[in-house]
T-cell receptor, first 113, second 112 residues
């Protein structure tokens, strides 16, 4: 069963728009939530990560919003650019538990110029 | 990419043949991981290593074995490849169990 549920599968926005990708989890032992960005032919690259003691984290144009009670978190990309076109994966990890990073199924983002 | 190199980058082989994929890292990270990436599943952990000769199973370990004889090298072996093991395989490495993992660029494996 999928430990982390991610939506949508694909997303198309105009340049300057704010795409939002959502993820949900059930396991309350998860305490580290990274997002990875992947370009074709490349491995996933860590983009930004959050721990559940904060509700929001910003790094440049990328923001994670975290709702611990709802067990949901989302990625917002401000002022999106064509160069942001990639596949984005959310993930969840229990730092004190089994050494397993659980990934969502990915969202393919296309930013139209 | 944290100095992670995977080889080969592409391989086509036949069902029933043994296949070994290699991951080499230059960062002296203690932890190394093998994932497979399939449409609709994201990335799933196959095996990981927490030191030389120390390995453990992940979520989808059946049909795979690993070995780590040196800190910098982590091998993934398919003893008798099956078509269901056609996938893109990623290696990752990290300094500690509570630090982010960094990924290599993957090996695309096709089993006919």
């Amino acid at each position: 069963q999928q430990q982390v549920k991610q939506s949508p599968q694909s997303l198309i926005v105009q340049k300057g728009g704010i795409p939002i990708i959502n993820c949900a989890y059930e396991n309350t032992a998860f305490d580290y939530f990274p997002w990875y960005q992947q370009f074709p032919g490349k491995g996933p690259a860590l983009l930004i990560a959050i721990r559940p003691d904060v509700s929001e984290k910003k790094e440049g144009r990328f923001t994670i919003s975290f709702n611990k009670s709802a067990k949901q978190f989302s990625l917002h990309i401000m002022d999106s650019q064509p160069g942001d076109s990639a596949t984005y994966f959310c993930a969840a990890w229990s730092l004190a538990g089994a050494n397993n990073l659980f990934f969502g199924t990915g969202t393919r983002l296309t930013v139209i110029p | 990419d944290a100095g992670i190199t995977q080889s080969p980058r592409h391989k086509v082989t036949e069902t029933g043949t043994p296949v070994t994929l290699r991951c080499h890292q230059t960062e002296n990270h203690r932890y190394m991981y093998w994932y497979r990436q399939d449409p609709g599943h994201g990335l799933r952990l196959i095996h990981y290593s927490y030191g030389v000769k120390d390995t453990d199973k992940g979520e989808v370990s059946d049909g795979y074995s690993v070995s780590r004889s040196k800190t910098e090298d982590f091998l993934l072996t398919l003893e008798s490849a099956t078509s269901s093991q056609t996938s893109v395989y990623f290696c990752a490495a990290g300094p500690d169990s509570n630090q982010p993992q960094h990924f290599g660029d993957g090996t695309r494996l096709s089993i006919l």
